[in-house]
């Protein structure tokens, strides 16, 4: 089954400054890929996805970037705020009809003022 | 907007005790499930179901059983709860779509409820 690896499991920048993190599969059949972000007592929320078609999609501050051939893909947070500090999840799925997805361990992030 | 809502925030249960955890949502999704995060494990799926009485062990089902009776509603059980199953659990949601309509499989999820057993 598939198997998603996440990095680092925390991270602490400089308000300003940019963020990247990256995660691994294991299944080359996975064909998208979402990213969660997680605030303290809240459930996960959908920040961005991206599909096996597309290498990068970006929203304003932040993108993802997919690297199919290396079964690889990134978050990428520019111009980092205090409100960007939250657990980050990523997660790959096959696809389907009930779209289960398989999540990274996650990445807290915090932002220092 | 979409609305997961759990039950509880906070549960403290008893070993042995027969917990029965809720979920509920206002979107008419067909799917749901049910997981489980711990820190450093991240979330872990328990359970799924994509339509009424239809139920589909996830990555770690032992221990646990659910029930859907109706589509808005997604029941986790713990028959003889442990303090192994000391945890945050999550409920989600999400539409059926076929994957080449473009849909982006969002998971919708409830805030968590916290069970500690003591």
């Known amino acids: 089954g598939e198997n998603v690896e996440q990095h680092p499991s925390t991270l602490s920048v400089q308000e300003g400054d940019s963020a990247v993190i990256k995660c691994t599969y294991s299944?080359?059949?996975?064909?998208?890929f979402p990213w969660y972000k997680q605030e303290l007592g809240k459930g996960p929320q959908l920040i961005i996805d991206?599909?096996?078609?597309?290498g990068e999609k970006k929203d304003q501050r932040i993108a993802v970037t997919l690297n199919k051939t290396a079964k690889h893909f990134s978050l990428h947070i520019t111009e980092t705020q205090p409100e960007d500090s939250a657990v980050y999840f990523c997660a790959a799925s096959w696809g389907g009809s009930q779209g289960n997805l398989i999540f990274g361990k996650g990445t807290k992030l915090s932002v220092k003022p | 907007d979409v609305k997961v809502t759990q039950s509880s925030r906070y549960l403290v249960k008893r070993t042995g005790e027969k917990v029965f955890l809720e979920c509920v949502q206002d979107m008419d999704h067909e799917n749901m499930f049910w997981y489980r995060q711990d820190p450093g494990l991240g979330l872990r799926l328990i359970y799924f179901s994509y339509d009424v009485k239809m139920k589909e062990k996830g990555d770690i089902p032992e221990g646990y059983s659910v029930s859907r009776e109706k589509k808005e509603r997604f029941s986790l059980i713990l028959e003889s709860a442990s303090t192994n199953q000391t945890s945050m659990y999550l409920c989600a949601s999400s539409f059926v779509f076929p994957f080449e309509a473009g849909s982006s499989y969002e998971q919708y999820f409830g805030p968590g409820t916290r069970l500690t057993v003591t």
């Open positions: 299944d080359s059949a996975s064909n998208y």
């Open positions: 991206i599909r096996s078609n597309v």
